[in-house]
């Protein structure tokens, strides 16, 4: 069955520096003694409900803090400070993204980054598909 549309927000993609080889953080994962809770029960649980406040506080990333560098630290400070709901690792990083629920604030986590020296690109989830330069794929 599909999943339920994410609800409407603001995405900020941040490039966050340089990250370790997704290998070396999978054989990390491997060798925990424990791993991380599963996040994506809490995610689906969140999405079904529709809020965007349980949708930003069930995001999850198993490899997240996996990496031998310091990927993102920063980046998603200055996210949570400009008014992001939650900041997570993307797949094996070295992207992060912040999760806001309204424009302005997206927009001033955009500036806050670019400001510090990182990429950072304003985004908004569709509810199917994608879009490229303004087209709907």
């Known amino acids: 069955r599909p999943l339920p549309p994410m609800p409407d927000c603001f995405l900020v993609l941040v490039h966050a520096g340089t990250k370790d080889s997704t290998g070396a953080m999978y054989a990390r994962f491997d060798r925990l003694a424990q791993r991380p809770p599963e996040a994506t029960p809490r995610m689906l649980e969140a999405l079904e409900q529709g809020t965007l406040k349980r949708v930003a506080g069930a995001l999850g990333n198993a ?47 955009v500036e806050r980054c670019s400001s510090a020296g990182f990429a950072a690109q304003l985004c908004r989830p569709l509810a199917r598909g994608c879009r490229l330069a303004g087209k709907s794929l």
Do not use: I, W
Request: with cysteine.
């Open 63 to 109: 490899l997240d803090g996996l990496s031998n560098a310091d990927v993102g630290h920063k980046a998603r400070q200055l996210l949570m400070e400009a008014g992001a709901l939650g900041c997570n690792l993307s797949g094996s990083g070295p992207t992060v993204y912040g999760v806001f629920d309204c424009e302005e604030t997206a927009r001033l986590g």
